[in-house]
T-cell receptor
């Protein structure tokens, strides 16, 4: 699986948009970009995934650059409950592919 | 509930004892994963099941660790002769099928403390 690079930490004001970047310059054509988050003392939670088109669901939006070498997870109106470690993962589209978690970004939403 | 269930939620054991950790995946999910997370560290992959077979057990740290899955459902992770470095949160996840287009659902984990 391709390696990802994320900033170790970010801060965001409550109610503002949180934009979390991820670099995956070695991504291959059949790899999807996945985002998970882990709130303190809980198991990781799936947020969103995409291949090359931008995606949106009830939790977030995922913007993938045209060359697919980077992406941004957008939480449009961050709340205090969004404080968590956010993991960007690229995953090979083959059976049995594991999720390889990196260090992630610690997002702190401030009141 | 309908989520991934792990038991026990907490386990304290003496060094050298064996422990068994249980995972009940979401009904119908064919893929099952075990991870562990040491204090302040990232998630470390241990083993993956597709049905009852384990095509990827490359993450098991030593031969003291083993896992099985029966009936394509419940999985048990066994740690023999526990050591203090085994202390961690052990997380289980299940997925409807393999492939890069499905998400994994995680349980709340079992916090193992070896004293």
């Amino acid at each position: 699986d391709a390696k990802t690079t994320q900033p170790p930490s970010m801060d965001c004001a409550e109610g503002r948009a949180a934009n979390l970047p991820c670099n995956h310059s070695t991504i291959s054509g059949n790899e999807y970009v996945y985002w998970y988050r882990q709130i303190h003392s809980q198991g990781p939670q799936y947020i969103i995934h995409g291949l090359k088109n931008n995606e949106t669901n009830e939790m977030a939006s995922l913007i993938i650059t045209e060359d697919r070498k980077s992406s941004t997870l957008i939480l449009p109106h961050a709340t205090l409950r969004d404080t968590a470690v956010y993991y960007c993962i690229v995953r090979v589209l083959t059976s049995g592919s594991r999720l390889t978690f990196g260090e992630g970004t610690q997002l702190t939403v401030n009141p | 509930g309908a989520g991934v269930s792990q038991s026990p939620s907490n386990k304290v054991t003496e060094k050298g004892k064996d422990v068994e950790l249980r995972c009940d995946p979401i009904s119908g999910h064919t893929a099952l994963y075990w991870y562990r997370q040491s204090l302040g560290q990232g998630l470390e992959f241990l083993i993956y099941f597709q049905g009852n077979s384990a095509p990827d057990k490359s993450g098991l740290p030593s031969d003291r660790f083993s896992a099985e899955r029966t009936g394509g459902s419940v999985s048990t992770l066994t740690i023999q002769r526990t050591q203090q470095e085994d202390s961690a949160v052990y997380l289980c996840a299940s997925s409807p099928r393999t492939g890069g287009y499905t998400e994994a659902f995680f349980g709340q984990g079992t916090r193992l403390t070896v004293v």
